[in-house]
């Protein structure tokens, strides 16, 4: 199955005066990495969580944010940490008395320190925190649902190019195969008549000649590579139509795709077949990229 390994998704629900909202946005990367900040309340929760979406998303860097707006559970005002204050006043002034000045500690020079005004943490309630979480949950499943079918559709997208670009290949190695019919014996001829042309017939033994020539002509001959390369865009095929994810078997199919192309290029020795190949390179390159966005 081709799903992109790129995506986004966004999840709302409310009640009760409670708002809890989940954005997934997926990236590119080998394995599957999730990132994620669960409230406070909520931090034991976060194996189970990745759990969750593990089920759904096989690879790709994941980066969950979560927001949960609760207006009907009160909550403390901030409060200033009055120990903290006294703490940076003093610094001040032992860094004005080593520097010499006697200036006064202004507001703004204090309000540089952020962590003198706190929130305190609101004293959770079971059965609130319980229903908030279920929120979470709910809001969870939408985005993962709203992920999944925009995945979907680029990889539909994705489907369709790498499909045409196999087709591409595909006609390039109809047009090798037939290049390379009966070339076999076309190519001892040449090279029986070229090592003749260079010595002389009394110093050829026919035998020997015979057996160099039918080596030198198995070292051109490509047939096996064509077979192998045909082979592997079946199965290229097959992988991008069936209901698994695709995205690691396509990669190694890439791998030895390039390997056979490469080759057919150095054996073949010929201008043709040197031609097919680099056209065949130039599309399974661009295969290649998009096989990247596969997950």
């Known amino acids: ?30 394995y599957l990495d999730v990132s994620v900040r669960l409230p406070q309340q909520f931090q034991d929760k976060e194996l189970q969580f990745k759990e969750v979406l593990a089920q759904h998303i096989s690879r790709g860097k994941l980066n969950v944010s979560i927001y949960l707006d609760d207006k009907e559970f009160q909550r403390q005002a901030p409060v200033v940490d009055a120990q903290k204050l006294a703490n940076y006043v003093q610094i ?20 540089q320190f952020n962590d003198l005004i706190t929130q305190p943490e609101p004293v959770q309630e079971p059965e609130h925190d319980k229903f908030c979480w279920s929120l979470i949950q709910q809001a969870n499943a939408i985005a993962i649902e709203n992920l999944m079918e925009m ?22 190695i109809i047009h090798i195969q037939q290049t390379t019919d009966g070339r ?6 040449k090279l029986q008549e070229r090592i003749s042309s260079l010595l002389d017939d009394e110093k050829i ?49 890439t791998q030895e795709i390039n390997r056979e192309l490469n080759t057919i290029g150095s054996k073949a020795n010929d201008s043709g077949i040197a031609h097919e190949v680099v056209k065949a390179k130039e599309m399974l390159e661009q295969i290649r990229e998009q096989v990247q966005n596969i997950e």
Do not use: W, Y
């Open 151 to 172: 995945k979907r559709q680029e990889g539909a997208q994705l489907k369709a190019d790498i499909s045409s670009r196999i087709s591409g290949i595909q006609e390039a």
């Open 92 to 111: 001040l002034r032992e860094i004005q008395t080593t520097i010499g000045t006697d200036s006064k500690i202004e507001l703004n020079q204090l309000l």
């Open 205 to 253: 033994d026919p035998n020997r000649l015979e057996m160099e020539v039918a080596l030198m002509a198995d070292k051109m001959d490509i047939t096996e590579e064509t077979v192998r390369l045909a082979a592997h865009l079946k199965f290229f095929t097959e992988a991008i139509q069936s209901n698994e994810h695709a995205g690691r078997r396509l990669n190694f199919l």
């Open 1 to 30: 199955m081709i799903i992109s390994m790129t995506g986004f998704g966004r999840g709302e629900v409310s009640a009760h005066g409670v708002t809890a909202m989940v954005e997934l946005k997926t990236l590119n990367s080998r």
């Open 184 to 189: 076999g014996e076309d190519l001892k001829k």
